[in-house]
C-alpha cells in the first residue's frame, strides 16, 4: 500500500498518518513493516520502528501501557514541507521555509560530517551532507501511557 500524500506536517504527521495512532492503525494504511527494530532505552518506554523501504519511510513508536506513533523520518525525495519538495531545497531554503511558517527556535549542529538542522519548536531536524538533504525526522513527545505531552 501507498500513502495517499508525503506531506510533513510538524508536531501532527505524515500525509494520512498522525502521530498518537497505533501500530494497528499503521498498517491498515501501509500494510506490513519490511522490517521491524525495537530499540532497548534507559527508561521503562518500549521503542519500536518500523521500516517502509519502499516508501523510504521509518515510523517510531513509543509508550508503556499504549504505544503509539512518536515519530517518522523519511528520505522520500516525494516528500513536501509547506508545499515544497523538501529535499530539492538547499539548507537556507529549508530555514526560510520553517521561518516563514513559525518556527524560530533553530540550532545547528555538526557531528561526524553530518549537519543536523533542528527547529525545537517544530520538534523537527533535517540531516544534511553539505547541501545535500539526507532525511528529515520529526516528532512529538509521548508519555508513558502513550499520550502526546503538550507544553
Not at 519500536?48 to 515519530?71: A, M, Q
Not at 533553530?106 to 547541501?131: A, M, N, S
Amino acid at each position: 500500500m501507498q500513502l495517499k500524500s508525503n506531506k510533513i506536517l510538524p508536531l501532527v504527521g505524515y500525509g494520512d498518518l498522525n502521530f498518537g495512532q497505533t501500530v494497528e492503525e499503521l498498517t491498515s494504511v501501509l500494510g506490513e513493516a519490511e522490517e521491524i527494530d525495537h530499540l532497548d532505552t534507559d527508561d521503562q518506554m518500549n521503542t519500536i520502528i518500523l521500516h517502509f523501504w519502499e516508501e523510504g519511510l521509518s515510523v517510531f513508536f513509543e509508550g508503556v501501557s499504549k504505544t503509539v506513533i512518536s515519530c517518522f523520518e523519511t528520505d522520500n525525495p516525494e516528500a513536501t514541507l509547506f508545499d515544497k519538495k523538501v529535499f530539492e531545497l538547499k539548507k537556507a531554503e529549508v530555514i526560510d521555509l520553517m521561518k516563514e511558517n513559525g518556527y524560530s527556535e533553530l540550532e545547528v549542529e555538526e557531528e561526524e560530517g553530518e549537519i543536523r538542522v533542528t527547529f525545537e519548536d517544530g520538534l523537527i531536524d533535517f540531516f544534511y551532507d553539505d547541501e545535500l538533504l539526507l532525511a528529515v525526522n520529526w516528532g512529538v513527545i509521548i508519555d508513558e501511557n502513550g499520550d502526546i505531552e503538550y507544553d
